[in-house]
């Protein structure tokens, strides 16, 4: 399988089973595009009519059918797909729990126009973590990890700082784990920064791996959708805090992450805005809401997305080799190693390595699943009961979703968000539509960027 396309003036082919990226001229495009669907000598005929001698003899476009069957013979094009037989069987394989997303608070100080969380609380009860609870939950961890040694637990909410006391107590007995279980805990923070002070900081950056800042850009977009309880403004609040954070971890392991929605479509801006505040770890990620809601991303809005794109790819190209360059998270693509083939055919491993964990100790795949009785796995203190469902997402990956199979961006996306999925067609294995046309061009433009920066090296 491959996927060919055009982007500033450049030619692409992947090769998407087994993940080369080629660059060609315009007759090998054309060559490329038809070699599987077409005769060799209707082929040359199409060559013939469109391309001169002078542009391509005979003698050359021989040579071109060569090197294509050479690239065939050594695996890089037009590689047959080895991963599809066994991929179904995924039910038979012995998972471990390796991540957990502890709900430190189901309370917020903001009031987030998109937020799925009904404004940090879950659409229920405000709610803190006991230590008590965390402390289970961090047990639960460890007693089902089997052996694997790093294991993950993020801090979230709600707004985690509201419960910091508690996120320090479960910081310091995980770490008195690590050494008799054979354990490493890499800590993650998820913050809107509003309680954000010196103190924080030099915990969090003595003990979390990575911190995930939540901005949006722009002040104006960011404080029309990140308002605080009185609905007054937060950006100037929480930027010379992320700054300080970002500086104090030498622009390493962190991301400030923003949301974009339909009010502004021009989130290119909101991403370089970002950029030029000196952040080096960006994530804007398009929301995803009911469409009955005005900020929820339309079909008919995809075209100008498209564009940002494109436009994004281009100027971080242009950056970097000024030597202004950025991190963009969705363009983070490894076409030397990348993730291993199970990461690669079922993404984030919801539902079975990684669980989200309720204030009062309730399992869920994930935290856009908390709530929903329907996915209501277990507690901290029984483990997981509802086997059902974990085994439903076991086998929730690309082979799974016949809208995936074919799909030349299955091997970066994964599947895409179970979530998502859900939320839109309630089928975790029925993809969300949206997402997956963004998914799509953002493997392009970032496809075209490394294929690029190998040029110039």
């Known amino acids: 399988m491959i996927h060919c396309y055009k982007f500033n003036g450049d030619n692409i082919v992947m090769d998407v089973n087994s993940g080369s990226v080629h660059v060609v001229d315009d007759v090998a495009y054309d060559v490329i595009e038809r070699y599987e669907g077409e005769s060799r000598e209707d082929i040359v005929k199409y060559v013939r009519g469109k391309y001169s001698e002078s542009e391509i003899s005979d003698q050359e476009l021989d040579e071109l059918f060569d090197d294509i069957e050479s690239l065939k013979a050594e695996g890089t094009l037009f590689t047959e797909d080895t991963y599809k037989e066994g991929v179904l069987d995924f039910k038979a394989r012995k998972t471990v729990v390796k991540a957990l997303c502890l709900h430190i608070a189901h309370a917020c100080n903001l009031s987030c126009r998109y937020c799925f969380a009904g404004e940090g609380e879950y659409k229920g009860d405000r709610s803190l973590m006991s230590y008590e609870t965390g402390k289970k939950a961090l047990d639960f961890l460890v007693a089902n990890s089997g052996s694997r040694v790093n294991l993950e637990v ?61 901005i949006d850009g722009r002040r104006e977009i960011h404080d029309y959708m990140r308002p605080d309880k009185a609905g007054n403004g937060s950006y100037d609040k929480i930027l010379p805090w992320f700054k300080k954070v970002a500086e104090s971890r030498n622009q ?4 400030v992450r923003g949301t974009f929605t339909r009010h502004n479509l021009d989130f290119v801006k909101d991403v370089l805005h970002l950029a030029d505040l000196g952040f080096e770890q960006v994530s804007v990620e398009p929301v995803v809401a009911d469409p009955s809601e005005d900020y929820a ?11 940002g794109y494109e436009e994004l790819a281009t100027e971080m190209l242009r950056r970097e080799k000024e030597g202004r360059g950025f991190t963009f998270f969705h363009y983070m693509i490894d076409l030397t190693g990348g993730p291993c083939v199970y990461k690669r055919l079922s993404g984030c491993g919801s539902g079975t390595e990684y669980l989200s964990v309720t204030p009062w100790g309730d399992l869920y795949p994930c935290h856009q699943f908390v709530g929903n009785e329907e996915f209501l796995l277990g507690n901290v203190d029984d483990g997981i009961q509802n086997v059902d469902i974990v085994n439903e997402f076991k086998l929730c990956n690309v082979y799974a979703k016949k809208e995936c199979r074919d799909c030349f961006a299955k091997f970066y996306c994964s599947g895409g968000c179970a979530a998502n999925a859900y939320n839109t067609h309630q089928d975790i294995n029925k993809p969300y539509e949206i997402g997956c046309e963004l998914q799509r061009k953002r493997t392009e433009c970032a496809i075209w960027i490394k294929a690029k920066q190998a040029e110039e090296n």
């Open 154 to 214: 993020d801090f979230f909410g709600g707004e985690p700082l509201m419960n910091f006391d508690v996120v320090k107590q479960l910081v310091e007995y995980g770490r008195s784990l690590e050494e008799k279980h054979n354990k490493n805990f890499r800590f993650t923070l998820t913050t809107n920064g509003m309680l954000l002070n010196d103190d924080i900081i030099e915990f969090v950056n003595k003990e979390m791996d990575n911190v995930v800042l939540s």
């Open 297 to 307: 991303i339309r079909e008919e809005d995809l075209p100008t997305i498209f564009k």
């Open 252 to 255: 390493t392991r962190y991301y």
